[in-house]
């Protein structure tokens, strides 16, 4: 059953959520609160048409507090070591492409080269170090990823999640998920809300840029974490970065960028059953088809804004673009010719790690992910149409 929307506008208070975040960490101090704008829009959206059961609003609930524990523990650390801000992440490997797209298996063969830094979800979970803490232990954030996030615990009960794209508190994943602790960044945001999506991609302030300079500092405190840079470079995958190329280029100016395409009449239907089994871990009665227009709208502004600013920053010559296909089946080749693309040393033991990986995670490992146009209502014609130009350029 439903909650009403008097429950979500009431869960959702920003004054009552900043305040139990403060208990929780025993810290009072957020730094900017530019983001609690962001929050107030959330609540505002979110209680007129977010369709949340009483599990996926406590959880949603839970999640955002997370959020602002993660935020206030940081800005702590940022006083204690302002050193952190000095890390040098400005040239990264970003892998860019619509979901669906191959772009996992890219950066999770990537991920495993320890001469590259990457996001692991326990640490995106929880970006801030816990107060308990030990060196030489395990770290405690590990074992909270399976009680704290829910995508986990679904991952062992919902089938169709998983073979849609498994979650693991040790895989590589993508960086995204930082950006969800600026409540202000219009992909995958969560809870699931047209309106609070609309929201974002109008809206000024805090600017998308500002969303860039936050996760920046996040990447910094990570790299910080980890010893520092010591050589190594940052992989990123995020499939928002190809509606706000201006905004990542200006964040990171030493970027190398990498684009794997494939055709939207294939990619569509699976993002589309993929985020219908996302959203079931708040609303048990989802409908795949409550997201078609949604996903087809999104394509087409995504697409239409990368094909802008691709153009008009002249990045053709920067960007190495790969087909689908060859990822799916000529895979070390093309990891080979990314590392040449991006100048960095592709090592002998590292590449036998991707072999590695590749042999043990086969397509379909954890299920068959079963989708087509038709069983949404859609045309493989119209689709092509909507994306004709973006078909002519990039899909052979």
Known sequence: MLVDSQAIF??????????????????SDFGDQGFVSALEKLREYCSLDSRLDAMGL????????????NRLRFEDDLKRHPEILDEEVSDPIVILGMPRSGTTKTHRMMGVDPNLLKTITWQLVNPAPFPNAKPGEPDPRIEAAYSQEVLLSANDSNPALRAGHFYGAHEVQEDLWLFLLTFNYPTNSRPFS????????????????????????????????QGGRNGRRWLFK????????????QTFPNASLVHVHRKLTSSLPSIIKLTTELIRTE????NSK???????????????????????????????????QRIRTDSLSVIREIYQHAEHTLAPES???????????????????EYSLEGYGLSESAINNSFREYNRRYIL
Not at 19 to 26: I, N, P, S, T, V
Not at 202 to 217: I, T, V
């Open 238 to 249: 995020n499939i928002g970065n190809m509606a706000f190329m201006d905004e990542l280029l």
């Open 351 to 369: 590449e036998q790690l991707m072999k590695d990986y590749e042999l043990t995670n086969e397509q379909g490992k954890h299920g068959a992910h």
């Open 58 to 69: 406590a959880s949603n609930r839970t999640r955002i507090i997370r959020h602002l524990v």
């Open 283 to 286: 609303n048990a009665e989802i």
């Open 194 to 225: 047209l309106g609070y999506h609309n929201y974002l991609m109008a809206r000024r302030a805090p600017s998308d840029l500002e969303n860039y300079a936050y996760f920046k500092k996040l990447i910094q405190y990570l790299q910080w974490q």
């Open 10 to 27: 009431d869960a959702f208070d920003p004054q009552r959520l900043l305040k139990e975040a403060q208990e929780q960490a025993g810290l």
């Open 290 to 324: 409550d997201l078609i227009a949604y996903h087809v709208m999104r394509a087409k502004m995504v697409i239409d804004r990368y094909m802008e600013s691709r153009d008009r920053l002249g990045l053709d010559g920067r960007i190495l673009d790969i087909p689908y």
